[in-house]
């Protein structure tokens, strides 16, 4: 574990948006879910994916960009999304966060659907915590190619809010 000089404060604002960002995407497709999740990023925050393909996503057109392709090609609707084990560090307004997260079926399916990290940048501007950049990787142990099956119809099923 690195070094950390945040208070006791800091890092449970920063865990809370952790739970916020399992919780946001969970929410359904539309506008109004859309701008929650998007408020949870700095404007010019950034979001990076390594599972099947490798893409990143800018600002707020970004964040919508993502969250409406995983509403509408994944099963989203179906599956929920919990926190594992976390560290949380930094020092003054700049902190970052390991975490492993999991998505499991909540109907249609039971057990897991897939697991894997986020490294989150996290920056405080006028006493608020607010993500910065997040960087998403697939467990390397997880079977990927399960999720071919919804990205082989991405062009029929993606839909933008």
């Known amino acids: 574990m690195s070094e950390n000089k945040l208070s006791v404060q800091d890092r449970f604002e920063i865990f809370e948006q ?16 859309v701008r929650k999740y998007q408020d949870l990023y700095w404007s010019e925050g ?3 994916v390594h599972d099947l393909r490798s893409q990143t ?7 919508k960009q993502m969250y409406d392709y995983a509403h509408s090609v994944f099963p989203i609707d179906k599956w929920f999304h ?3 084990p976390f560290e949380i560090y930094g020092e003054g307004d ?11 079926w909540r109907e249609d399916g039971i ?10 940048r996290f920056q405080r501007r006028n006493g608020v915590w607010k993500c910065l950049e997040r960087t998403s990787d697939i467990d390397p142990n997880w ?3 399960l999720f071919l099956k919804y990205i082989d119809k991405a062009d029929e099923t993606f839909r933008s809010s």
């Open 57 to 63: 996503f800018e600002g707020p057109d970004g964040m």
């Open 18 to 33: 952790l739970s916020l960002h399992q919780r946001c995407i969970d929410n359904g497709f539309g506008r109004e879910s």
């Open 111 to 120: 057990g897991t659907v897939s697991t894997g990290t986020y490294t989150d």
């Open 46 to 48: 950034k979001f990076t």
């Open 143 to 145: 079977p990927s190619d």
């Open 82 to 84: 919990t926190m594992g």
């Open 94 to 104: 700049e902190a970052t966060a390991k975490w492993r997260w999991i998505v499991s």
